[in-house]
């Protein structure tokens, strides 16, 4: 069984910066099997792709609204994933959810309904 557990999200003004955590409980060597990505769903929106990462952290496909100013790693020894979101804007703003699924080798989900554990849901907000 795989449990995500977010950090707390926060406000910022536009411009600024703000890190996310997702601390994984897994078993074993459950987490390095693990394709990761961050989703995020604004009001009246769906659930939208902000960043996955390979098992290895070598490959990140980002969606192009945060291209240049988000970056996404893990931790395979502490079990962590990271969101690094720089030069926020109003329209980042939303819930921001970890996600996590078992996969084989370098397949790297892209797209939400691909993936199996969801953390709870932290919330991102922007003003400008």
């Known amino acids: 069984q795989v449990q995500l557990l977010e950090s707390a999200g926060g406000s910022v003004q536009a411009g600024g910066s703000l890190r996310l955590s997702c601390a994984v409980s897994a078993s074993g060597g459950t987490f390095s099997r693990l394709a990761m990505g961050w989703f995020r769903q604004a009001p009246g929106k769906e659930r939208e792709l902000v960043a996955v990462?390979?098992?290895?952290?070598?490959?990140?496909p980002y969606a192009d609204s945060v291209k240049g100013r988000f970056s996404i790693s893990r931790d395979n020894a502490k079990k962590t994933l990271y969101l690094q979101m720089n030069s926020l804007k109003p329209e980042d703003t939303a819930v921001y959810y970890c996600?996590?699924?078992?996969?084989?080798?370098?397949?790297?989900?892209?797209?939400?309904?691909?993936?199996?554990?969801w953390g709870q849901g932290t919330q991102v907000t922007v003003s400008s």
């Open positions: 996600a996590a699924r078992n996969v084989i080798m370098t397949h790297t989900p892209t797209t939400a309904s691909e993936y199996t554990y």
């Open positions: 990462i390979s098992r290895s952290g070598g490959y990140t």
